[in-house]
Each structure stands twice: as C-alpha cells, then as structure tokens.
C-alpha cells in the first residue's frame, strides 16, 4: 500500500486554478520528483498536503488515513514533513533548539514539567536533546549546535532545517528546492544526505528542483506540472525526452 | 595604556568572585549599615541613612553630593569589595561544596542568603521596605509581561487590567471573609486564618486574571500583529470602567482596610516563585515554541507545533502571574481603586520590559528594579521624572534596540558554579 496518496486534489486562490486534479501514490523507500516551470504549482502542491491550507477537492491519504482538512501540526506530527523554498528558521534559536523544537508533538511532561521542571522533564529534555545531537551529527554540523542560526552561512543554514525536517520522525518527506542558491560543491554534499536520510529512515521522499541534474540523479519517477496540472509523469528518461515537457519549459515551436 | 592595564588587573581581580562570595560582601555591607549607619551618616554630615542609596539625598540637596558618595563608598564600596576580595578562597571553597549539593538545596541556600540581604537592607526604615515589595511586585508584573512582549512577540496592552482583576479578587476575598468592615459586613471565618488562606486570595485572582486573558485571547488570536494591542487596549478600558461602575467593589471610590499580609518574605517568596516557574516555563522546549512562533509561525506548525495552544497557555499563564501580582500590589498598599490600572501603569510596565531587555529573564528584573528605584529617586524633580525616565527609555533604544539585557534567561547552574580557575568560567 502507498505510505501517501493523493486523490484529484484542486485547489483556487480566487479565480485562479493553482492546482487541479492533482494525483500522487508513493510507496515507502521512493523517491519522487516534481518540476515544472515558476508558478505551476508545486509549492502550493506541498502546502496543499502538508495543512498550510486545505484542498478545495480531493483528499489527502496517508497510510489510508485521510489527513486533508486536519491543522497542520497534526499532519506534521502524523508522519507529513517538509522543508522550505525560502529557508523559514527560527532566527533568534540555536541549531540545537531547532532541531528539539521538532520532538514537540512527542514531549509528554506536559504544562506541569513545563512550569515546576520535573524530574521527568529533564529526563525527556536531554533524551531529545540527545537525539536532536545524533540528528545534527548526520548533517555534519554537530560543532554548531549552540549557534544561533542567523549568524551561519547559508549551507548550513539549509542543512538545519533538513535536520529540523527529520526529527520530526516522518513517514513522507517533503523537500521543496533543497539546493536552491548553492554551489556545486554544496550540492553533492546536500544530495549525499537526501541519499542517506532515504537510505537510513527509509522515507518516502517528494521532492521539488529545478536542477535537472539533482531530479534525474535522485529520482525514480517525476511529475512533471504545468498551469496547476501534471502534464507528464514516468522515469527520468522518459520525461526528459516528452515533448510536452519540452514544451513547457522551453515554449512551442512556431513554424513561420 | 599603562593606567587602564593596572585598572584592569585591579578588576579582574573580583572576577574570581563566586556569587557566594558578593553575597556574603553585600551581607557584611547591610549589616554594617543597621549597626553603624546612624552615626556614621551624622559623622560624614548627612541627617539620617540615606534610603535609596544615597541617591535620594543627592537630588534634594546636592551640596550634599559629596557626603553622600562618601557615606555610599564607607558603607557599601569599600566593606563589600574589600571583603568580596579578601574572601575569594574560603568563598569558591564554600560554592564548590554547595555546588556537589543537590540543586534544590544550592538553591534553597543561595535564595536564603538573599532574602538576608534584602531583610536586613529593608530592616532599616518603612519606606526602605515599601519600595522593596513594590519593586520585588514590579519584577513580577514586568516578567508576565515580557512572556508576552518579547517572549511571543504579541504586544500585550493588558496587563494592568489582569493586575487589577487580580488585585480585586484578592481583596474582595480577604475583606469579605476576615475583616469586619463597611461595605461586606462582618467576618465569615477567624481572622487568625487568614493568612495561611492568603495564597489561596492570590491564587484565585491569578484564576481570575487568566480568565479574563481567555476573553482577550479566544477573539484575538486568530490574527496576529496589532489586532491584538488594540483588543487588549480596549479589555483594559473595559475591566477598569467595569469596576468604577461595580458598587459591590466601591466604584472609583476603591477597596481599603485589606489586612496586612503582604509582608516582606511573603512578597519575596511569591516573587521568586513566580521567576522560577517562568523561567523554567521558557527554557523548556514547550515555551521555547513561543519563540518559534514569533519568529515563524508557519514553520513551527509544519513542525508539530500546536501554535494555538502554545500562545494561549502563554497568555493564560502570564495573566495569572499579573494577577497575582495585583493582589500582592492591593495588600501591600493596603488600599486599591480602580485609577491605578490606567495607561499610566501600561506605560510604565511597558517601559520596564523594553528598557530591561526584551525575551530576557535577567532583562525584566534589571528593568523592573531600574525604572522602580529610578521612579523613587527623581521623586524630588515630580514633573520632571516624567521627562527624563522616557528620555532614558529613548537613549536605550537608539543604542541597544532589544532592551539592555536582552535574550538571557537565568541559567542556575552556571549563576552557582564555583570560579576557582580560569577553566572554570566558560
């Protein structure tokens, strides 16, 4: 059974048709792409699943269970996470309290923990603070944990916030241009650790990215959108010889 | 250079002061002060003990500056750094050994040690107490506040009108059941009880305070920015035109005769309670979400953060602790109405927050004691204490926009530990 499906999910802002009968099945362990020209839709696709807004149609489904209309720190904390185009961090928290902040769904000592700091609060404190430190031993950026964000250079800065991502322990991973504005050097590192936290967590992941190389290396299979609509689906190989993809991205051919 | 490198290694020397160590100086200095103070005041020509440090005097008469700096200097500079100084060894030896205690202890012991002080400075006169507990009330109030201003980032006009709910609640429950007055007839129980039942007034009206931050809350949340510091303004109109149209509290007239509960150690306790419990509430992980919220509220709830709850646990909890400091506030005055709870105490909890430093545990406190002891001390300019307190205000904006201590909340551990080397100071 597909970990996430999507069924003729629609969405309008206004008059406008951002998405329309968007469909999406991924098992466990896939890696899915998504690309398409500026304003076809994507981002709102993962706001769509991931609660920022809900569908107008359609449904969302996750292990079978349907999530569409839900708040989204609940689909968050039912296995739904995601990372963003424009890096939203938390600019006055250290690495490490980002990375905590994620296990908030799972604290269980509570308001009482919270105001008298129990014994069973800080025992729960440091496990997380534990986990959130293996998290960022994975990204390789351990030695920054007491850094307050706003001082790291951006790498860094997107390696945080996929660490954030993961520690919410999901089922799906949304990564939404996870390479945007990063040299080549940085783009083999950040695709080693998609490789990794796929390989390790076993996730589904759907990902966003306009670099053709990052899409066609990572991904099994790739929609591809247009105006709100897939307009060709398949293997890497198969989208980058589809005409109508083609087309898209690089405008008809006028005979004249 | 070679002046500022002696003035240096002359300073450098209390760094290796524990915090043990400056208590015991500011004990000695205190005690000095009950023991000897009288006379020596008279000796270096001032009539009586200065009671705000000799700031007070300075103002009044300044060509009594001189004595005054001297009197300062005699009783608390010189035995406070002479002893802090001669005291470094026995001091660090001390806090090492509390520091191996259990904390709770290390803490119960450092807590004891300066309500000590703060006894003993009080002890001297009635007006050095008074300022004490309002100032002591005043930290409360700004802290509560600051969960909200800076902490969440929402900009909280109604404080004082939790303040006042507290403080009614509060009297009303402790003229109404333990003293025999006018407007609530005889006492319903033994008055001898009241003051164990007192933290039960307070609590009640911390009850009622966040009562009434749910009525703000539940409308006001669903937006953010402005929407609500102007719902929150007009909750403060409204408790305050409330209560002077309440015959049952006495309208504008207020309540008085609340009976004298609020004594020193009863104000500290309350205020070191309500310091912990908001500075464990914001360093754990559930009240460091309101940071995450001020900072992006979209990507806290893409990662599991129930941002609703966390702003609404928040805003209660912080009403409460206003609440409660309204109460403390109605019985040490001993009088309260409803024109104390205006614009004017907003603006000057307001300019607390921001001069101590915004998201800052250490930041309240040094605000709330500053604007408090700077209130006291200008008492002699009157109109005029109104034009340099928001001018200082302006000037820490220009320099240091967060406030003077911002983003530091109290970190135990670090405050108690021992510096016996230069290792150990990281």
Known sequence: MPVLEVHKMSHNFGGLRAVNGYHLEIDAGQIRGLIGPNGAGKTTIFNLISGIYAPMEGEVLLNGQKVNGLPSHRIASMGISRTFQNLLLWRHMTVLEHVKMAHYSRIRYGLVGAFFGTRKRRREEEEIAERALELLDMMGIRHLANQVVLNLPYGAQRRVEMARALATEPKVLLLDEPTAGMNPEELVQIMEIIRRAHREFGLAILLIEHRLKVVMELCERIQTLNFGEVIAEGTPEEIQNDPKVIDAYLGKESVI | ?426
Not at chain 2, 112 to 128: E, K, M, Q, S, T
Not at chain 2, 148 to 162: A, D, K, L, V
Not at chain 2, 296 to 306: G, L
């Open chain 2, 1 to 426: 250079m070679a002046s500022t490198t002696t003035f240096r290694t002359f300073r450098d020397g209390w760094s290796r002061v524990p915090l043990i160590g400056w208590f015991f100086g500011a004990l000695l200095a205190v005690t000095l002060e009950r023991l000897v103070g009288d006379p020596l005041a008279l000796a270096v020509g001032l009539p009586k003990i200065p009671a705000l440090f000799g700031l007070d005097i300075m103002l009044k008469k300044p060509l009594l500056i001189p004595n005054a700096v001297l009197y300062g200097l005699l009783v608390y500079g010189l035995p406070m750094g002479i002893a802090t100084r001669a005291s470094i060894a026995p001091a660090n030896r001390l806090a090492t050994g509390l520091f191996r205690l259990p904390i709770v202890v290390t803490t119960v012991v450092y807590i004891g040690f300066l309500y000590a002080i703060l006894h003993v400075w009080a002890g001297v006169n009635d007006y050095r107490a008074l300022v004490l507990k309002l100032t002591l009330i005043a930290i409360m109030f700004t802290l509560s506040l600051n969960v909200i201003n800076g902490y969440m980032g929402e900009f909280s006009c109604s404080h004082p009108g939790f303040m006042a709910l507290g403080a009614y609640c509060a009297s009303v429950f402790s003229l109404g059941l333990f003293v025999d007055n006018r407007f609530f007839g005889t006492a319903l129980l033994p008055p001898a009880l009241g003051p164990f039942l007192f933290p039960v007034a307070l609590v009640l009206g911390g009850i009622l305070a966040a009562a009434g931050a749910l009525i703000v809350a539940v409308p006001s949340f669903r937006t953010r920015g402005d929407y609500l510091a102007i719902v929150s303004l007009a909750f403060l109109f409204i408790v305050k035109s409330l209560i002077e149209n309440l015959e049952y509290v006495r309208g504008p007239r207020g309540l008085s005769g609340q009976p004298d509960w609020a004594n020193l150690p009863t104000v500290f306790l309350w205020t070191v309670a309500c310091i912990w419990s908001i500075n464990n509430f914001v360093r754990s992980t559930i009240g460091k979400a309101l940071n995450a919220v001020r900072d992006n509220e979209m990507a806290a709830s893409a990662m599991t953060v129930n941002t609703r709850r966390t702003k609404m646990v928040a805003f209660l909890f912080s009403a409460f602790w206003a609440g409660i400091a309204g109460g403390l506030f109605a019985h040490v005055l001993r009088y309260v109405n409803p024109g104390t709870f205006g614009i004017q105490t907003l603006a000057e909890v307001l300019a607390m927050v921001y001069f101590g430093g915004l998201n800052s545990v250490y930041g309240s406190i040094v605000g709330a004691v500053s604007i408090s002891l700077l209130g006291e001390v200008l008492r002699p300019l009157e109109i005029f204490k109104w034009i340099i307190i928001p001018l200082l205000l302006i000037l820490v904006m220009i320099y240091r926009p967060t406030g003077l201590i911002a983003f530091k909340d109290v970190d135990v551990t670090a405050l108690f530990r021992p510096k016996t080397g230069p290792g150990d100071e990281v």
